[in-house]
C-alpha cells in the first residue's frame, strides 16, 4: 500500500460554536502517556475558558458522604487534578483585546499532524473597529520531557500600534458548576500554593494537593524578552512593542513541569527551564523521529478512508494516553479531560492493552505493573469485602484504593480480579516472558485467584460466584453471572497448569502468597466445575441466574432522549427489567467462545435487541460478534460507529475527554472482529469472509517474531520475520517467511 503524509493529518475547519470548540479541545489534545494537555486557545475564549492541562496519576482525595456509612465503604473520593496553568497569553491592543469575547471569530482551521506530535491552529479575529488580526499557533507536549512548547505568530494587514502580551502562570481556577452526571467530577479546590518566583528569565510556581501532599512546579518562560511579575498567586510575563502592519509578532512559550511523581528532585530539576528554550523546529526533529519509530510497529492501513483515519486517529491517541511509570496507568479518558475524574478501571486490561500487547510489549509490560505495586491495597480490599485470602482488585481507583462509593456498580464487579488476570495471560502467550511471570504476574493472578475462590463457594458439585455484578451496570448483585464464571474459570485453569508446570522457580512466590497443595486442587476443581448457565428452551446462554426471569421490555418504547438511561431513571426501575448496558454475556463468547454456533448466534440476537449501549464498551464487542457469525453488514456498521465515536463526536460526549477505551474497541474490531485472533499459546487467525472493507495492512508482534497481514479482496497474505508455528481456521502449519491463504465464506 501507498502511504500517504495527508493520510496522518486530521483537519477541522469553521468550527466556531463553544460546543464544537469544546469538542475540538479533546480532538486536539496532545500528551505523552504522562503529561496531557487540550487543545485551548492560546489567547483563552474571553469568557468559558477554562483551560485543563493533566498529569497521569496526579491527584488528589476527598471525603464521601453517606447517609448510611457501612464497614468496607471507601471513605475517601480520588480524583484527577487540573495543573496549574501556563496555556494563556492575554493579547491587548489599544482598548481592546484579542479573543472570542471581545471579537468576531471569523475563520479557524486546525489540524493534528501525527507524523510529527504537533497541533495546529489558524484563525482571523475582526474587531469592532475593523481591524484584523492573523493568528497562527503551533503546539507540542514533547515526549521525553514533560513540556509543552507552544509557538504563536500574529500579523495584522490593517492595524498599526501598540501590543501588549501578557503571559500567564496560574493556579487552575475553582469552576462551580452544577452537573448530576456521576461520570464528571465535582467542583472543588485541591491545589494549595506553596511558593512562587520569579526573576529575569522565567517565573514558577510550586503547589501541593491539598490532601494527598503530592508536589508539583510549573515554571514558564520565552524565547523573548519577557518581564515576569507575580500577582497574589499567578505569574505575568509582560512584554510590549508597536506592531506595523504586515509585520509579524512571534514568540515560543515554554512551559515545564515537575513533580513529586515524575522527579525526585522536583523542585531543583525545575529550574532547568532557563535551558529548554530552542527553536520549535529543533524539537519538531525529535518527535518527529519519535513518530516515526512508533509507526512503524502500529500503523493500520483500510482502503476505507473514514474508517482508515479514525482508526489511525485512534490507535496514536491511545498510543499518548500510556504511561511507562508505573505509578501512573491508563485513565478512561487518559489525559485529555477529567472525565472519571482520571480513575483506572478494568477497561484498560481488556480493550486498550490488546494493542500494546501486539504492537509494544515493552509498554503492555509496564502497564501491568501498576497493578503489581498496587497490589496490598487490593490484599485489603478483599478484607474490606469479607475475604480472608487473596486479593481483590478496586474498580476505579488512582492510587490503588477503591474509589467507587457505589457497591453495587462498583465493588461487586469481581470480574475485574479476572480481567486483570486474563490480560497477564494474555501478554505471557505473547512473549512467554517468563522472568516477568516469576516476579511479577503470577503473584498477581495467584492473589486474584484465591480471592475469588473464597468469595465463591461450592453447592451441589458446581463452583457458583454469587452477589457480582457482570460488565452490564444495569443488572446488578446477581449470581452465577455468565461472564464472571467464565473468566474465572480461564483465570483458574491458567494459574493451575502454570503453576504445575514452574513450580520450582515459583518457590517464592507460593510462600509469599501462602498457596499449597490443596488450594491448587480446590483451584482445579473450581475450573473444571464452574457454573455456566444455558436456557435449554431458548437456547442461549443465561446471563446470570435471573435475568430471563426479569420482565421484558421494547427499548423503542423508551424516550429517546432520556439516554443513557442512567442519567434519567431510578435504578430501580432499570433494574427490574432485561435491560443491559454493555455487552455482558456476549462478552464472555467473544472472548472465550467455547458455545455452539446455534447458541452464539442465538445468544447474539437475543441480548442485542435488550442492549442500549449507553457504554462506549458495548458496541464493538457486538461488532466482533457481528462479524463472527457472518453478519457482515452489521459488523462493518458498528466498526464504522466505534472507530468515528470521538472522531466524529457522534455520542455529543467528545468535550469531556476521548472514550480511550473505545479506541482500544476499535483496533479489536479488526483484530478480533475480521481477523479472528485470539490470544492464545500458538498464533491463531481465524478470518471472516467480508467485502465491505476489500483491503488492509497491518503487523503485529507474537513469540519475538514481527507478522505482517494483508488481507485483499479476501486473500490472506502473512510475511514473518522468522519461522513461526501457526493455526489458520484451525489448521495447524509453520510458516518460514509467506504465506497466502483464501477467505471462503463458510471455512
Partial sequence: MNYKKEHFIVTRENRLKLEDLLSDETIFSLANGTLGTRGHFIEGYGTSDDPITLMNGFYNQYPFRYEENYEGFPQLGQTIVNLPDGSYVKIEIEDDVIDLSHMDLVSIKRSLNMLQGTSYREVRYISEKGYIFDLVEKKMVTSKRNLIVTKLDLSSPNYEGKIKLLSYLRLPAIRYVENN??????????????NIENNDQYGYIYAKTTNTSLYINAAITHDIDFDYEINNDEIIGIHQKNLN?????????????????????????????????????????????????????SLVEISDDEINQALRYNLYQLSQSASTNYHMHIAAKGISGEGYEGHFFWDTETYMLPFFILTDPKKARELLLFRYYTLDEARNEAKHLGCHRGAKIPWRTINGKEASPYFPAGSAQVHINSDIALAIINYYYQTQDDDFMYKYGMEIIIETALFLLDYGHF?????????????????????????????????????????????????DVLIKTNLNDEDLSLIKEAYQNMTLLVDEKLNIVKQDDSFLDKKDINISTLDKDKFPLLLYYHPLFIYRYQLIKQADAMLALVLFNEVSDDIYKNSFEYYLKRTTH?????????????????????????????????????????????????????????????????FKDIFELNPVYQTQIETFETSIKYHQTTITINVDQNVLKLEVDRPLKMKIHKEMMEVKKHYEYKINKNP
Avoid at 185 to 193: A, F, I, M
Avoid at 490 to 506: D, N, Q, V
Fill in 459 to 507: 453447592k451441589d458439585d458446581k463452583f457458583h460466584i454469587y452477589n457480582v455484578t457482570g460488565p452490564d451496570e444495569y443488572t446488578v448483585l446477581v449470581n452465577d453471572n455468565y461472564y464472571t464464571n467464565n473468566a474465572a474459570q480461564k483465570h483458574f485453569k491458567f494459574a493451575y497448569e502454570y503453576i504445575c508446570k514452574h513450580k520450582a522457580s515459583l518457590k
Fill in 181 to 194: 452526571d456521576p461520570r464528571l467530577p465535582n467542583t472543588r479546590k485541591h491545589l494549595e500554593l506553596m
Fill in 245 to 297: 502592519k504586515n509585520e509579524s509578532l512571534s514568540f515560543t512559550k515554554y512551559t515545564y513541569y515537575t513533580s513529586s511523581l515524575t522527579h525526585k528532585q522536583h523542585e531543583k530539576d525545575i529550574k532547568d527551564i532557563k535551558d529548554m528554550c530552542r527553536p520549535f523546529e529543533s524539537y519538531l526533529d525529535e518527535e518527529t523521529k519519535e513518530r516515526e519509530s512508533f509507526w512503524k510497529t
Fill in 614 to 678: 449507553d457504554s462506549s464498551l458495548s458496541k464493538c464487542i457486538y461488532g466482533i460478534a457481528a462479524y463472527q457469525i457472518g453478519k457482515t453488514d452489521l459488523g462493518y456498521e458498528y466498526f464504522k460507529r466505534v472507530a468515528e465515536l470521538d472522531f466524529r463526536d457522534s455520542h455529543n460526549r467528545t468535550q469531556h475527554g476521548l472514550h480511550v477505551a473505545n479506541l482500544g474497541g476499535s483496533y479489536l474490531m479488526l483484530l478480533y472482529g475480521i481477523l479472528g485472533f485470539r
